[in-house]
């Protein structure tokens, strides 16, 4: 079985700053890791995945992240953060050996975007 | 439009009522599944089906039923709800697991 922990609930920000949300894992299998985004009265849409290769993966609206398998982390960044980045974040992990069959979502980091 | 629709997205109803939230994706994906959004937890999984008559329990399935007649449709059955089961639902299509598309998303209140 595998958990996610996202060690911050909300993290305020100006307008422009860059931005990291810390996600931390555990498993004891390899995994294939997720961030989803949720803007606000809707439902979750990916921001980008890990599944091999590269440890830098790039999503869309700017943000990437990085994987670090000693570390069990795989934190997201923005350099620079726009108002409409304002939603809650979700990092996730599926099991590869299960065939991603149980997708365990950590608690959600919101991040508030200040002018 | 490829797409996963929920309905009702809101729905206030009375314990011990039953009631079927309906799920329907247009992308023929195999996988779908219903998770549960509750404030600090996250979401969490309460069945998923793997195909059309597949169907496993996730995190959290007490109280919950599903089924999966065909490959488009996944409803969510709450035979007796009860107040602890008042959240957010969404329903979650995939050709694999790990990528899923989401619906909007019920809210469902239970008195």
């Known amino acids: 079985a595998q958990s996610v922990t996202q060690l911050d609930s909300q993290v305020p920000v100006f307008e422009e700053a860059p931005v990291e949300l810390r996600c931390n894992y555990s498993?004891?299998?390899?995994?294939?890791l997720f961030w989803y985004v949720q803007y606000p009265n809707q439902g979750l849409q990916l921001l980008l995945k890990?599944?091999?290769?590269?440890?830098l993966v790039k999503g869309i609206n700017g943000f990437e992240a990085e994987f670090n398998k000693s570390q069990t982390s795989f934190h997201l960044r923005k350099p620079s953060v726009h108002i409409s980045d304002t939603a809650e974040y979700f990092c996730?992990?599926?099991?590869?050996?299960?065939?991603?069959?149980?997708?365990?979502f950590g608690g959600g980091t919101r991040l508030m975007v200040k002018p | 439009e490829a797409q996963v629709t929920q309905n009702p997205r809101y729905l206030i109803t009375v314990t011990g009522k039953k009631l079927t939230v309906t799920c329907s994706q247009n992308?023929?994906?195999?996988?779908m599944s219903w998770y549960r959004q509750d404030p600090g937890l996250g979401l969490r999984q309460i069945y998923y089906?793997?195909?059309?008559?597949?169907?496993d329990k996730g995190d959290v399935p007490e109280g919950y039923k599903v089924s999966r007649k065909e490959k488009r449709n996944f409803p969510l059955i709450l035979e007796s709800p009860s107040p602890n089961q008042t959240s957010l639902y969404f329903c979650?299509?995939?050709?694999?697991?790990?990528?899923?598309?989401f619906g909007e998303g019920s809210r469902l209140t239970v008195l």
């Open positions: 890990y599944l091999s290769g590269s440890t």
């Open positions: 992308m023929n994906h195999e996988y």
């Open positions: 089906s793997m195909n059309v008559e597949v169907t």
């Open positions: 498993s004891s299998v390899s995994v294939y």
């Open positions: 996730a992990v599926s099991d590869q050996e299960g065939a991603g069959n149980m997708l365990t």
């Open positions: 979650a299509s995939s050709l694999w697991a790990g990528e899923l598309f």
